[in-house]
């Protein structure tokens, strides 16, 4: 077996990969009504809301586009500073939304106070923000972002892209004012891939009424109305949702606040062996990940000879994202890794290091 340092898909505990071994439900069904009230239920407490959580058969990028088809009949401001955050622009186009991009450098964090300018001179309907930019190890900050937004621009709705750290950083969506939130299954959450949860807030429920061409699949409309019964338009991705019920329990016996200060201190422990090893980090202080930490390639390391002497000891971590390949490399420290393992893969680095 090799051990994820990847961020996604990450390493999934045996209990909850064999939950999808149990038989198949029809899920026009009393028993997976009463499975999906459970788990969307649960699954509320991730995001801190007591609004409504979606699951989807589908992955995160679904619910960026989901996000810009049912929130904007037009507008759509984009904040971009990372490879995720320019997907979720590139789908906005892709609707035939006008989408405009607040671009920062991608070793800064979005402003709050860039936000607010760029929604004081026009209006948009839906701003796009990507928490934990997966690309360079950066986390946006999102609760202030959301803030100066609001104040900025009372109407326009918030959407947050939490799809690798909900989960392992508190993300509060109704005490921030939030008005979806979209996560997948494969990252913090240390499921398999090919589930997505979204949280949406009654103000974008009432917005979406209002807007053409939804599409169908991700009808905000049509999942509300079977959610209210329950179910699913379509069919659900049913051994993903008993893996859910599993990984759902498990999280909430850690208990949250342990799941989010085991991340935080995982983080802080690569973070320190990174610099303490004559590299550096990516992400300025103050707005670093804490799911997954990128290191500047400051030593000029072969990444593809780090990572072939990992493997040999059944370890991967993951190489710079798209034009940081080679420049930076990627450890993951996210869903069910602990700390005992991290320290594994440090002493392995070290030694390769040499
Ligand atoms: C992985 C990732 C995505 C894409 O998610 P998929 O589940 O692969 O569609 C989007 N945003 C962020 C921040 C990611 O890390």
């Known amino acids: 077996m090799t051990r994820m340092f990847v961020p996604g898909p990450v390493d999934v505990e045996p209990q909850v990969l064999a939950a999808q071994t149990r038989p198949m439900l029809p899920h026009r069904s009393q028993e997976f009504e009463t499975l999906y009230r459970e788990v969307s239920q649960k699954a509320r407490q991730l995001f801190f809301t007591s609004q409504r959580v979606y699951l989807t058969a589908s992955s995160g990028s679904g619910w960026q586009e989901a996000a810009v088809r049912n929130l904007a009949n037009r507008s759509v401001l984009a904040c971009v500073n990372g490879a995720f955050a320019r997907r979720w622009y590139e789908v906005a186009l892709a609707n035939g939304k006008q989408a405009e991009a607040l671009e920062t450098e991608w070793h800064r964090p979005i402003e709050p106070g860039q936000v607010a300018e760029a929604?004081?001179?026009?209006?948009?309907?839906?701003?796009?923000?990507?928490?934990?930019?997966?690309?360079?190890?950066?986390?946006?900050?999102?609760?202030?972002?959301?803030?100066?937004?609001?104040?900025?621009?009372?109407?326009?709705?918030?959407?947050?892209?939490?799809?690798?750290?909900?989960?392992?950083?508190?993300?509060?969506?109704?005490?921030?004012?939030?008005?979806?939130?979209?996560?997948?299954?494969?990252?913090?959450?240390?499921?398999?891939?090919?589930?997505?949860?979204?949280?949406?807030?009654?103000?974008?429920?009432?917005?979406?009424?209002?807007?053409?061409?939804?599409?169908?699949?991700?009808?905000?409309?049509?999942l509300e109305k079977h959610r209210l019964k329950d179910s699913t338009p379509a069919t659900p991705a049913l051994s993903l949702i008993y893996a859910l019920q599993v990984q759902l329990e498990r999280i909430l016996t850690e208990g949250l606040e342990a799941r989010f200060a085991r991340h935080q201190a995982m983080a802080e422990r690569v973070q320190a062996w990174a610099l303490a090893h004559g590299l550096e980090l990516f992400a300025p202080e103050g707005y670093r990940s804490r799911t997954v930490t990128t290191i500047a390639n400051t030593r000029g390391l072969e990444v593809a000879a780090l990572n072939a002497y990992l493997l040999r000891q059944g370890m991967r971590i993951a190489n710079g994202y798209g034009p940081l390949k080679g420049k930076t490399f990627r450890i993951a420290h996210m869903g069910d890794t602990q700390m005992t393992h991290i320290e594994d893969l440090l002493a392995a680095m070290s030694a390769f290091l040499g």
């Not at 913090?188 to 103000?203: F, I, K, T």
């Open 119 to 222: 929604l004081r001179m026009r209006h948009y309907e839906i701003l796009t923000v990507v928490h934990n930019e997966t690309s360079t190890g950066l986390e946006n900050p999102v609760r202030e972002i959301a803030e100066a937004a609001r104040s900025a621009s009372p109407d326009t709705l918030i959407c947050v892209d939490a799809v690798s750290s909900l989960g392992g950083v508190k993300i509060e969506m109704d005490a921030w004012g939030l008005d979806l939130v979209l996560t997948s299954s494969q990252k913090c959450l240390a499921l398999p891939p090919g589930l997505a949860l979204a949280a949406v807030s009654e103000r974008a429920l009432e917005r979406a009424a209002a807007v053409e061409n939804r599409g169908w699949y991700f009808d905000l409309l049509l």
